[in-house]
């Protein structure tokens, strides 16, 4: 069904098996996705209560790349959010981009998350429910027709730039500088992002964002975000925050509690999550979580309890 509804994936697939036949260096091409269902509880403000069955950001994709003799390398890869269950919409575009990488780094074109939202890294561990930071923060963008460079990684660190053109007569830019590596012997990595009249939701926004992953011990792990962001009109200038903490309770199960509040989505912002992961094998995930949303304006408040299933899976093509 996914061939018969998504033409420009039609093309793709026929373009890379092609690829394939008439040329045998070719190698690592990859389906891939994410299936992720949840049964949810939903209360707002107005005492209203239903249950429902959502879909949490499911995808499939296609991903590869070519390697030449002289060591380049051609990348690929299409993907699309897909909604098997509200079908609203069926398809839409998530990261696709054509690019090369090498010595150099990588260098792309296409469809692509900026670098701000890159360097929030795994702090949002309500990332694609009800519980996103997007709620919240601006700059969490996917934006259109990029040009984006990554630097190659030197003592932990990576350089990433991007030209945004999708505004006619109107080029933005974002980069973000990343390290990661060992702090007090665990994983952890620090990251500072710009946007510069980076476009979301009508808008223009100047915004700079910290971010930081920081392990307390071995099973804790503290996740900051701090961010300014102001429009190109000076209308707006609103600051934010997060604050998460993810305890590891065995090699199959962890506790995951956030916080976040700011004025830039809406007055008075809070979101606050509560959740059990719990990895039934591998690819297959159970999780519950609350998320709570606050606003200035109540009538926006609303609380959510969810029980889901998420299962990921990655099939070599050629």
Same mark, same amino acid.
């Given at each position: 069904?996914?061939l018969?509804?998504?033409?420009?994936?039609?093309?793709?697939?026929?373009?890379?098996?092609?690829?394939?036949?008439?040329?045998?260096?070719?190698?690592?091409?990859?389906?891939?996705?994410?299936?992720?269902?949840?049964?949810?509880?939903i209360? %707002?403000?107005?005492?209203?209560? @239903?249950? !429902?069955?959502v879909?949490?950001?499911?995808?499939?994709?296609? #991903? /590869? &790349?070519?390697?030449?003799?002289?060591?380049?390398?051609?990348?690929?890869?299409?993907?699309?959010?897909?909604?098997?269950?509200?079908?609203?919409?069926?398809?839409?575009?998530?990261?696709?981009?054509?690019?090369?990488?090498?010595?150099?780094?990588?260098?792309?074109?296409?469809?692509?998350?900026?670098?701000?939202?890159?360097?929030?890294?795994?702090i949002?561990?309500?990332?694609?429910?009800?519980?996103?930071?997007?709620?919240?923060?601006?700059?969490?963008?996917?934006?259109?027709?990029?040009?984006?460079?990554n630097?190659?990684?030197?003592?932990?660190?990576?350089?990433? %730039?991007?030209?945004?053109?999708? @505004?006619? !007569?109107?080029?933005?830019?974002?980069?973000?500088?990343?390290? #990661? /590596? &060992?702090?007090?012997?665990?994983?952890?990595?620090?990251?500072?992002?710009?946007?510069?009249e980076?476009?979301?939701?009508?808008?223009?926004?100047?915004?700079?964002?910290?971010?930081?992953?920081i392990?307390?011990?071995?099973?804790?792990?503290?996740?900051?975000?701090?961010?300014?962001?102001?429009?190109?009109?000076?209308?707006?200038?609103?600051?934010?925050y997060v604050?998460?903490?993810?305890?590891?309770?065995?090699?199959?199960?962890?506790?995951?509690?956030?916080?976040?509040?700011?004025?830039?989505?809406?007055?008075?912002?809070e979101?606050?999550g509560?959740?059990?992961?719990?990895?039934?094998?591998k690819?297959?995930?159970?999780?519950?979580?609350y998320?709570?949303?606050s606003?200035?304006?109540?009538?926006?408040?609303?609380?959510?309890?969810?029980?889901g299933?998420?299962?990921?899976?990655?099939?070599?093509?050629?």
């Open positions: 069904m996914f018969l509804y998504s033409k420009n994936f039609s093309i793709l697939i026929t373009f890379i098996i092609l690829n394939i036949v008439f040329n045998s260096e070719a190698s690592g091409t990859n389906i891939y996705g994410r299936l992720d269902f949840a049964l949810s509880s209360d %707002t403000s107005k005492n209203a209560s @239903k249950a !429902d069955a879909s949490h950001a499911s995808r499939i994709g296609l #991903k /590869g &790349k070519h390697t030449f003799d002289n060591g380049f390398s051609a990348i690929y890869k299409y993907e699309t959010q897909i909604d098997p269950i509200d079908k609203n919409p069926s398809f839409s575009d998530r990261n696709s981009y054509l690019g090369f990488s090498g010595y150099f780094g990588r260098l792309l074109v296409g469809v692509h998350d900026t670098p701000v939202k890159q360097s929030q890294g795994n949002d561990l309500f990332n694609d429910t009800a519980g996103d930071i997007k709620n919240i923060l601006w700059g969490e963008s996917r934006s259109k027709k990029v040009v984006q460079w630097s190659p990684k030197f003592k932990g660190l990576t350089l990433s %730039t991007m030209v945004i053109l999708e @505004k006619e !007569d109107q080029e933005a830019f974002s980069v973000n500088l990343m390290w #990661k /590596g &060992k702090f007090v012997g665990n994983k952890a990595y620090f990251a500072i992002g710009f946007d510069f980076a476009p979301q939701k009508g808008y223009l926004f100047d915004t700079t964002r910290l971010a930081a992953s392990p307390l011990g071995k099973p804790l792990t503290l996740g900051l975000i701090w961010q300014d962001s102001e429009d190109s009109t000076g209308e707006i200038n609103e600051d934010g604050v998460s903490l993810k305890m590891e309770l065995s090699k199959k199960s962890e506790l995951k509690v956030m916080f976040g509040e700011s004025d830039m989505v809406a007055a008075g912002a979101i606050t509560i959740g059990f992961d719990y990895k039934i094998a690819p297959l995930k159970l999780y519950f979580n998320i709570d949303k606003y200035e304006d109540s009538s926006k408040e609303s609380e959510h309890i969810m029980i299933l998420q299962y990921k899976f990655n099939f070599e093509m050629f």
